[in-house]
């Protein structure tokens, strides 16, 4: 497979067939979950409780993005506009979204994000778009009107453009119901896309977490790191490999410019590239990494996960990688079986302060059931709806 071009390996050449998603059941989970939400609605303000909620079917709930908001601006409530006393209610929702390790990882993805913040604010200022418009990216983020893009700007801390007040919290559907509901949280190199169905059904996917710097340089935190075990256990396992097997996960020559299912792109990816058939060690250290992802949910929702890569056959996870056996460089890698995708990429960072290749894109899907859709669509058989989703 080596040489192939970005386009072949989004696209793949035929379309996999994929079995039926058995749903996560956590009740317990979603109630505590829905009690979250409704505390949260329940402390904030006419005005933000207003912003916070959404029609389960309104397309803000699909249009999350890895951008600051500066570029992609968001709707929703964000941290920066909450009270104290809002904000905890806040975070107590994402404790119930999360495992603690999940939720550590989402809080520090926002502290790494006041770190650039702070780099940000020190480096000499880029020259600002002409016209107001954003800077490139995908066509989405090119939507908005001068206005719109003069509004998202400079609402972090010391008017910055980045950091912990920039995250924004959305709601959607009628919390605790029958009907589907979900909660969002969105924001630069973090979305996190909870979806209920039947009160009981819940999936995180699609979940997106990033981060520059992901090693923290210098001064107070100097040696933090974010993503430093699924990093050091795909190279663990990408050495593990015989020539053999590297020839087959090896998937291109060249890095690629981003993972290849971030936001806008949930269709990609449609057929396994590879290595597969991994086994003693390799297929250990291949679930533990699977585990460092699925870990981000609640333990009961995590099982579920866990569940559905088992019954989809370990003999069916794909390991792929692209670059240098070498953390400090550019990298991909990919784990990807019929219940489970997962990327993970270290870029360029934009920050000379960062360091090189100290900027990192990953993301988890569940292939054919991204935001509960298959799950949904089994709901409406089994219910009668006068509306759709």
């Given amino acids: 497979m080596v040489g192939l071009t970005q386009r072949a390996l989004a696209q793949g050449a035929s379309e996999q067939q994929l079995p039926p998603v058995k ?21 904030l303000r006419p005005e933000l409780k207003a912003k916070l909620q959404f029609a389960f079917n309104d397309p803000e709930r699909k249009d ?9 601006p968001r709707k929703g409530v964000r941290l920066g506009e909450m009270t104290d006393a809002e904000k ?3 975070h107590n929702l994402m404790q119930a979204m999360l495992s603690g390790d999940g939720y550590l990882k989402v809080t520090g993805i926002m502290f790494h994000d006041e770190v650039f913040n702070d780099s940000a604010l020190k480096a000499p ?38 950091g912990a007040t920039l995250y924004f919290v959305n709601v959607f ?15 630069h190199h973090l979305a996190i896309n909870l979806t209920v169905i039947d009160n009981r059904e819940i999936t995180i996917t ?5 981060s520059e710097p992901a090693l923290i340089q210098s001064d107070t935190y100097a040696g933090a790191e974010l993503f430093w075990r699924e990093t050091r256990m795909a190279l663990e396992l990408r050495n593990s490999l015989t020539p053999d097997q590297l020839k087959k996960a090896t998937l291109a020559d060249e890095v690629p410019s981003d993972i290849f299912t971030g936001p806008e792109r949930d269709v990609q990816l449609n057929q396994f590239q590879g290595v597969s058939g991994l086994l003693g060690n390799q297929r250990d250290l291949a679930e533990w990494l699977i585990e460092e992802y699925i870990g981000t949910a609640t333990p009961e929702v995590a099982r579920g996960y866990r569940e559905a890569v088992r019954n989809a056959g370990l003999d069916k996870i794909h390991f792929g990688w692209i670059g240098p056996a070498d953390l400090s460089k550019e990298l991909y890698f990919r784990i990807h079986s019929p219940a489970i995708l997962i990327e993970l990429e270290k870029q360029r960072s934009l920050q000379r302060a960062s360091g090189p290749a100290n900027h990192i894109h990953s993301i988890m899907r569940t292939p054919g059931n991204d935001y509960g859709v298959d ?10 709806h006068s509306h759709h989703y």
């Avoid at 749903?23 to 609605?41: E, K, M, V």
């Fill in 173 to 187: 559907g009628n919390v605790g119901t029958k009907e589907p509901w979900g909660v969002q949280l969105d924001g």
């Fill in 375 to 384: 799950w949904m669509r089994q709901h409406h058989l089994d219910f009668d």
């Fill in 125 to 162: 200022a880029p020259p600002p778009p002409a016209g107001g418009a954003a800077p490139s990216g995908p066509p989405s983020s090119r939507r908005f009107t001068p206005e719109q893009l003069a509004a998202a700007r400079n609402l972090g801390n010391s008017g910055g453009n980045f």
């Fill in 206 to 210: 699609p979940t997106f977490l990033g």
């Fill in 88 to 90: 905890k209610a806040a």
């Fill in 64 to 72: 999350w993005h890895n951008f600051p908001n500066m570029i992609h």
């Fill in 23 to 43: 749903p996560i059941l956590a009740a317990s989970t979603a109630q505590r979950i829905a009690a979250a939400a409704h505390a949260l609605i329940a402390e």
